[in-house]
């Protein structure tokens, strides 16, 4: 994939008019409510924030590729190049007109447990890439194991063929750790421990972790 791709699909935090955090959007449907006029860009710079439509935003970042370019000059962002202008993908965007909530409640979905579980095996303990990995009942669906956060963890093949159709302790393979609802959302949680992500922890305290991923 190449960079200008790469960049589109970073992701970029969205906030309500009052400042609130609702979801993730990637780069390119941010630009596009940029460019609609819908949201404008803000800039977190030692706990002050200010706000920048798309034009400005266009202008500050020639300011800012300049500054980067300069010898030792650290580059936080990611940047998507036209034949016109080179702009920086914005951390954080604000709507105008959207004043709903955030939704408080985690999605179950695939995604979220491997988030939740560190893509590591319950059973085994190992750390896999998510194609090597699938979900297990820990009770099977054969014996009425229905979905649901705690009977839904993370599997590697192996194990997964090892325990086949019965329950942990038919098959005498106990749990890591025992399955919960995560009370935040999990992607978000590994985001944040990102330093890219640094300028989003201004808008998320404990109240507004499970915003809603798209």
């Known amino acids: 994939m190449d960079t200008a791709a790469t960049a589109l699909n970073s992701h ?4 309500n008019k009052m400042w ?8 390119r449907r941010a630009f596009a409510m940029l460019c ?13 924030y200010m706000g920048y439509g798309f034009g400005d935003w266009a202008d500050l970042s020639e300011d800012y590729r300049r500054l980067f370019s300069e010898p030792g000059g650290e580059d936080p962002y990611e940047w998507v190049r036209t034949v016109r202008m080179q ?4 951390k954080v965007i604000r709507l ?13 979905n695939r995604r979220n447990i491997f988030a939740r579980d560190h893509n590591r095996c319950q059973y085994c303990g190992g750390k896999f890439s998510s194609s090597e990995l699938s979900l297990d009942h ?20 192996k194990c997964n063929t090892r325990k086949g159709g019965r329950t942990p302790r038919q098959a005498s393979m106990p749990l890591v750790k025992k399955p919960v609802k995560p009370k935040t ?9 990102s330093g890219k992500y640094e300028s989003w922890k201004a808008f998320l305290d404990n109240a507004y972790w499970s915003v809603e991923l798209k």
């Open 36 to 48: 609609k006029d819908m949201a404008e860009v803000i800039r977190v710079d030692d706990g002050s």
């Open 185 to 193: 959302n999990p992607v978000l949680g590994l985001r944040l421990g």
């Open 96 to 108: 105008f007109g959207y004043d709903k909530l955030p939704r408080n409640d985690v999605k179950l």
């Open 87 to 90: 702009i920086a993908v914005p």
């Open 138 to 157: 820990v009770v099977p669906r054969s014996q009425g194991g229905g979905a649901s956060w705690e009977n839904l963890v993370c599997c590697c093949v």
């Open 12 to 15: 970029v935090l969205v906030l």
């Open 20 to 27: 609130m955090a609702v979801r993730i959007v990637d780069a």
